[in-house]
């Protein structure tokens, strides 16, 4: 079946521009979290969502992030005035209900700010 | 809140020897351990976990111990292949809760 899907795959921005990056979990899965990876890093946890709720939004770098979810499905993750170590890949991933569940990743968006 | 450490960032085997990557964690209320392997370009993909009731877990080639206690679990690879040759991540959390990764161990088989 169709797994975790995120778009763009690429994206080059100029600082100071908003970027959307869009996240179409397995249909059925709860649980949505977005983590960033930097070059030779690993996995920094951004956000969780349960459902449309977002029980932890501790991972936010800064205020120009924020993240929603609508109707339990797709989630978009906004970076306003992008700035150069925005630069990573950022990882969408879902589970079928949290917890003990396993992720299942995205192939993720890799974004570039020049 | 948890953190998770791990180690080596870097290990190269001999194709056919044993691999093994070691993690601690921080926060005794974590329950849920899983591993997962990143290949280039691609997400990453879990191949193993193990819940805090069990102090072992076997599948084929691959085998994850977990020491309460101590609060370290460790990743071990046996009769190690080409296509074993990826990123490893491991990670702790608690049920319904974040899942924390360690910053990954870049895993190289040497023919």
């Known amino acids: 079946g169709a797994g975790v899907s995120q778009s763009p795959s690429n994206k080059v921005t100029e600082k100071g521009k908003d970027v959307e990056l869009r996240c179409d979990p397995i249909s059925g899965h709860t649980a949505l979290y977005w983590y960033r990876q930097s070059l030779g890093q690993g996995l920094e946890f951004l956000i969780y969502?349960?459902?449309?709720?977002?029980?932890?939004k501790s991972g936010l770098p800064s205020d120009r992030f924020s993240a929603e979810r609508t109707g339990g499905s797709v989630s978009t993750l906004t970076i306003q005035r992008t700035q150069q170590e925005d630069s990573a890949v950022y990882l969408c991933a879902s589970s079928l209900q949290g917890g003990y569940s396993p992720l299942h990743f995205g192939n993720g968006t890799r974004l570039t700010v020049t | 809140g948890e953190n998770v450490e791990q180690h080596p960032s870097t290990l190269s085997v001999q194709e056919g020897d044993s691999a093994v990557i070691k993690c601690t964690y921080s926060?005794?209320?974590?329950?849920?351990f899983p591993w997962y392997k990143q290949e280039l370009g691609k997400g990453p993909q879990l191949i193993i976990d193990?819940?805090?009731?069990?102090g072992e877990k076997k599948d084929q080639r691959i085998a994850v111990t977990l020491n309460k206690t101590a609060k370290h679990f460790s990743l071990h690879i046996t009769e190690t292949q080409p296509e074993d040759s990826a990123v490893y991540f491991c990670a702790a959390s608690k049920v319904n809760d974040k899942i924390i990764f360690g910053k990954g161990t870049r895993l190289h088989i040497l023919p």
């Open positions: 193990i819940r805090s009731n069990v």
């Open positions: 969502f349960q459902g449309n709720s977002a029980p932890d």
């Open positions: 926060d005794s209320a974590s329950n849920y």
